[in-house]
């Protein structure tokens, strides 16, 4: 017992002089097995790009949804189960928010890699990542037996909490508390048959809930899912449920499980057009408010977030050893006892962590407001559709919705006769 | 904005705009290689072992069931000692290699005898479990040539470290792919 009581500090004197052997021992040297080759990454990086690539090309030329189920599938072989799941798209958020904000940390090309190509895909074909080449999404795809329709304003309010969620873990990230995305992904127990029973319980509630609600990760928690949301809003082409032309039979109504179709707009009677506009005066008022009020709400918070933090849990724990109420030291305390730091730095540096958190906090609580504002003046604002069209930023690109329009039968039969003329 | 649909799937079209993206990807590539300041690397984990203190999670938070972390020996450091306090529990009944008389719980040490008065001790990675047990005892009396390293053989490079979340000496580091270790050495 005494031993182990005295070994508090691994880093002991060399007590011993080397010896001098007087047979001819041959010492033997340590071992240092080599981490995966670089080329493997820069493999994962052609595979994504590929991945992407087929996917938009099966979505929008051949309009095949086995095509991108096939992928999915492959996705989640090789993204999830063969890689284990990292590096990914989702988690790399964390990694390009690192690099802004520690400058000894420089962004590896993998993951910067994985974080531009599904928004540089977005931005020309929507959302194909999340569609056929995203593991998380495609684990989640394959439990949609029983999808309920979720009102609009319901999923528009339920995903204000992704955006709390990216703001905390924008937030965990630039202050160095770690990736919050990566410590809660909640497949990635599944990817590597790993046992972790919380993060097991969290992929099992996930995918217990996916029965009913199609994909709830993507939609009211990834916060990547987001960014890809509006590079999808942006998109140059957009998935269409039609081939040719919207004939408003309705028959793709409830096609969507992810309620990404949006019918036709019923016409605005111009008399209401006064009444808008003041609204929107009002709101956009409203929105400079939200905009201070979570600001505030994130100043008020900031302590408490901060407590996420190790330098500050380990200034706890020293507070507490201080005052004689730790009898016993924890691992972390006795670590800081060995290591010959001052209190005064752990004070300094408990503070400084205190200080970017409260200037951070104020920063995601503005942005929280801001989207919660912005939110709400989009819901007042009337677009104009006369056709059934998948909703730019929600649609996910699964192809689900092409069987169910009657043009895409004709356009099927019409390439398969055009196929056999050629022949 | 919506080409018509006939444009839209027309072959040439497609090839054409496919091509322009592949070009716009490259750019964008390019431009973030660029804003990685060119000397963009990989990370891997590793233990600083001069910051290690033995506490033993690594043998258990690991994402691995089996620990990616094992003990390694620095035999330049190693003192060969009949009574090694890596090896032997504390106040060994003998100097023998019975399990009882052993710190290790898995029996991953193997002592080898060299010359009087000198004994050898090397891991049995296979056997290794990454608790640090022989860490601390070596550290305690001897020379602490006994230290853990993440061996990246066995690594999976979580994007957190699921380690280095509990570890409380904050030992874990990123290190890049090209050093990947941090190896005690005699008179750092």
Redesign the interface.
């Known amino acids: 017992m005494g031993l182990i009581l005295s070994a508090a500090a691994v880093q002991a004197a060399q007590r011993f002089p080397p010896p001098q052997f007087e047979t001819d021992y041959q010492m033997p040297t340590l071992t240092t097995p080599p981490p995966r080759a670089a080329v493997w990454e820069l493999v994962d990086v052609g595979v994504l790009a590929a991945a992407l690539g087929l996917a938009a090309w099966l979505i929008f030329r051949k309009r095949s949804r086995h095509g991108i189920a096939a992928l999915s599938i492959f996705s989640l072989l090789y993204f999830g189960f063969w890689r284990k799941g990292c590096i990914c798209s989702v988690g790399s958020l964390g990694n390009v928010v690192l690099s802004l904000f520690d400058s000894s940390y420089v962004l590896p090309l993998t993951a910067a890699a994985f974080f531009l190509l599904p928004i540089l895909f977005a931005l020309f074909f929507g959302r194909v990542f999340c569609g056929a080449v995203c593991p998380l999404g495609a684990i989640q795809d394959w439990v949609v037996f029983r999808p309920l329709a979720v009102p609009a304003w319901l999923e528009t309010t339920f995903r204000l909490g992704a955006w709390l969620y990216l703001a905390a873990a924008v937030l965990f990230a630039a202050v160095g508390a770690g990736l919050l995305i990566c410590r809660y992904d909640p497949f990635i127990a599944f990817f590597r048959l790993g046992f972790n029973t919380p993060l097991w319980l969290l992929g099992l509630l996930f995918l217990g809930l996916g029965v009913f609600i199609a994909r709830p990760y993507c939609r009211f928690v990834c916060p990547y899912g987001l960014l890809l949301r509006q590079a999808g809003r942006l998109s140059f082409w957009h998935v269409r449920i039609t081939p040719d032309e919207c004939i408003q039979c309705r028959l793709c109504e409830d096609a969507c499980p992810f309620g990404a179709i949006q019918p036709p707009t019923a016409p605005w009677p111009e008399s209401m057009r006064p009444a808008e506009r003041r609204r929107l005066v009002f709101l956009s008022g409203l929105l400079l408010v939200l905009m201070g009020l979570g600001g505030w709400l994130g100043y008020r918070v900031h302590a408490g977030l901060a407590a996420g933090h190790p330098t500050v849990e380990l200034a706890r724990q020293v507070r507490l050893r201080q005052a004689g109420l730790m009898t016993e030291p924890t691992d972390t305390v006795r670590a800081f006892e060995v290591s010959g730091r001052t209190l005064q730095s752990l004070w300094n540096q408990e503070a400084a962590v205190f200080q970017r958190f409260a200037w951070g906090g104020i920063a995601a609580g503005i942005f929280v407001g801001f989207v919660a504002g912005v939110k709400l003046i989009q819901m007042s604002i009337h677009f104009k559709r006369t056709d059934y069209e998948a909703d730019r930023a929600g649609c996910l690109a699964c192809g689900r919705c092409f069987a169910f329009c009657p043009r895409q039968r004709i356009w099927e039969a019409g390439k398969q006769t055009g196929s056999g003329e050629k022949q | 904005?919506?080409?018509p649909?006939?444009e839209?799937?027309s072959?040439r079209r497609?090839l054409k705009?496919?091509l322009w993206?592949v070009s716009?990807?490259a750019a964008?590539?390019a431009v973030?290689?660029l804003?990685?300041?060119s000397?963009?690397?990989?990370?891997?984990w590793q233990i600083d072992p001069?910051?290690?203190?033995?506490?033993g999670?690594c043998a258990t938070h690991c994402?691995?069931?089996e620990s990616a972390v094992k003990c390694?020996?620095?035999?330049?450091?190693c003192?060969?000692?009949d009574l090694c306090?890596g090896y032997f529990s504390?106040d060994p009944k003998a100097l023998q290699t019975g399990a009882e008389h052993q710190l290790c719980p898995t029996g991953a040490i193997r002592r080898r005898f060299?010359?009087e008065p000198?004994f050898?001790f090397?891991i049995d990675e296979s056997r290794c479990i990454g608790c640090g047990k022989c860490?601390?005892?070596?550290?305690?009396?001897?020379?602490?040539s006994l230290?853990l390293q993440i061996?990246?053989?066995r690594?999976?490079?979580?994007?957190?470290c699921a380690i280095g979340?509990v570890c409380?000496?904050?030992?874990i580091v990123?290190v890049p792919?090209s050093s990947?270790?941090l190896?005690k050495v005699?008179?750092p």
């Open positions: 904005m919506n080409p649909p006939s839209l799937l072959r497609f705009d496919g993206t716009l990807a964008g590539a973030a290689a804003a990685s300041r000397r963009a690397k990989e990370w891997v001069y910051k290690c203190i033995g506490c999670r994402v691995l069931s390694v020996h620095a035999f330049e450091m003192g060969y000692c306090t504390p060299i010359e000198y050898e090397t860490v601390v005892g070596c550290a305690a009396f001897g020379n602490g230290f061996r990246h053989d690594c999976l490079n979580c994007n957190e979340r409380p000496s904050e030992a990123r792919a990947p270790y190896l005699r008179n």
